[in-house]
């Protein structure tokens, strides 16, 4: 089964940037669709961005005009470039690849680790 680790979280101040990486550990070519999630202490975990083996991508409105998804099939990874970051964007990252069904783009592996943004304001 492939396997995800994210990498790249860390602690920065508001209005502070952050790119993080999810690297795959096979081939990432044929994938359908990949996906960035996130999960704030004592809250649900929400679906944050999502890009397509077309490079088509979808976010979150909160986090649309600041985020970007982004995928390089030679290396095998994903990223997400966290711009004027939030104190509310603090939680843990996690990628997956993820299925659209009934509007939600359901998570197809066993969770990661996932890489912890902690924004100070």
């Known amino acids: 089964q492939l396997q995800l680790v994210e990498s790249g979280g860390g602690l920065v101040q508001a209005g502070g940037s952050l790119r993080l990486s999810c690297a795959a550990s096979?081939?990432?070519?044929?994938?359908?669709?990949i996906a960035w999630y996130r999960q704030a202490p004592g809250k649900q975990r929400e679906l944050v961005a999502t890009?397509?083996?077309?490079?088509?991508?979808n976010y979150a409105d909160s986090v649309k005009g600041r985020f970007t998804i982004s995928s390089d099939n030679a290396k095998n990874s994903v990223y997400l470039q966290m711009n004027s970051l939030k104190p509310e964007d603090t939680a843990v990252y996690y990628c997956?690849?993820?299925?659209?069904?009934?509007?939600?783009?359901?998570?197809?592996?066993?969770w990661g680790q996932g890489t912890q943004v902690t924004v100070s304001s």
């Open positions: 997956n690849l993820c299925a659209w069904l009934v509007g939600q783009c359901r998570p197809i592996l066993t």
């Open positions: 096979g081939s990432i070519f044929s994938i359908n669709t």
């Open positions: 890009i397509t083996k077309g490079g088509s991508t």
